[in-house]
């Protein structure tokens, strides 16, 4: 499970996944289902078009890749984006009125309504459209969807979750899947789907690990940039941090209820720093891939996590 987190999460994916390949021997391509949230979906997707973690990390602090990863990099890179500072001033005119399915859904479970999630829906929308980037990836995706990839977004009309790739999901080219995960509220435009509008997945969670519930699998691997080892930051983002960990601990309890062990990696204190606030930097890629490299082999090593990923890695060298 991948998580969301801008371009700073990418680099976090690329350092915890590389610490994964490196020092267990397993390569997360081989996953039986990857769920990827915003970030996330980039980096799922990027892995089941088969580039390594170690290319990943590569790819996040411009170092030469592998003569395998390099055509798949370039691919991915071709007329990088560039992004424009997010505009308070835009927050303040273009508000929309709750659609009628987000009041019945309001009037069936009041009690199950986050007000972010009811705030993303009414929010104006960006200036910035994602989906115009996403359409570079046509040529390189194709129109089939990778085995085993699960992409998250939330529907901009009543904000319920839509996990592409899933079974009752609407099709959606995986270019468009994509860039709707990651059309952050309030500064990308919405991405419309056929007759939808979607917006990223961050908006219903940060995570969405609970996806892989239902998924048949033994042991989960959640990779949350957005949230805090333990909940406890004391950067100026303590108090988004320790939600995201809150609702992630509420989403593993339903992993474990239903018989999944779960290993989760969560930014400590180094890596927080690293990352900093802006989750869009463009200049922060190697730094936060070191410090989280060093921060996972350290929780790798510890040994109930050890024994539980290589118990994972081995069944994947053996099928």
């Given amino acids: 499970m991948l998580g969301a987190g801008g371009l700073v999460g990418q680099a976090y994916h690329a350092g915890v996944l590389a610490a994964l ?3 267990l021997g397993w390569d997360a391509r081989t996953a039986d289902v990857i769920v990827g949230t915003s970030a996330g979906s980039v980096t799922g997707t990027a892995l089941r078009m088969g580039l ?3 290319d990943l990390a590569a790819w996040a602090t411009d170092v030469e890749p592998s003569p395998e990863g390099s055509p798949l990099i370039e691919a991915f890179s071709s007329e990088p984006p560039d992004f424009p500072p997010f505009d308070l001033a835009g ?7 709750p659609a009628v399915a987000l009041l019945r859904r309001m009037a069936r479970k009041p009690w199950a309504m986050r007000p972010s999630v009811v705030a993303s829906t009414l929010l104006p929308a960006g200036s ?8 570079t990836w046509n040529d390189l995706l194709g129109d089939d969807w990778p085995d085993g990839l699960l992409i998250c977004a939330a529907r901009r009309i009543d904000g319920r979750r839509v996990v592409f790739g899933g079974p009752r999901a609407p099709d959606a080219p995986l270019s468009q899947a994509v860039a709707a995960s990651c059309a952050i509220p309030g ?4 991405v419309r789907i056929g007759r939808r509008e979607y917006l990223d997945g961050g908006v ?11 998924e048949g699998i033994d042991v989960a691997v959640v990779v949350a940039p957005m949230s805090a080892a333990h909940g406890r930051s004391r950067t100026p983002d303590a108090a988004v941090r320790w939600t995201v960990h809150r609702r992630l601990e509420h989403e593993v309890r339903r992993l474990r209820n239903a018989g999944v062990h779960v290993v989760r990696f ?8 690293a990352m900093g606030l802006n989750a869009m930097s463009d200049d922060r890629g190697p730094a936060v891939v070191r ?7 350290a929780r790798i090593a510890e040994p109930r996590i050890r024994r539980r990923l290589e118990a994972l890695a081995h069944r994947r060298r053996a099928a």
Avoid: I, K, Q
């Fill in 204 to 214: 219903h969670s940060s995570t969405n690990a609970d996806v892989l519930r239902s």
């Fill in 266 to 273: 969560e930014p400590r204190a180094p890596t927080l720093r």
């Fill in 91 to 97: 927050l303040f005119t273009g508000w929309r009125f």
């Fill in 291 to 297: 410090s989280a490299y060093f921060e996972a082999a």
């Fill in 187 to 190: 500064y990308f435009a919405p």
């Fill in 128 to 135: 910035w459209d994602v989906s115009s980037h996403a359409a």
């Fill in 21 to 23: 390949e490196t020092d």
């Fill in 52 to 54: 390594s973690a170690t």
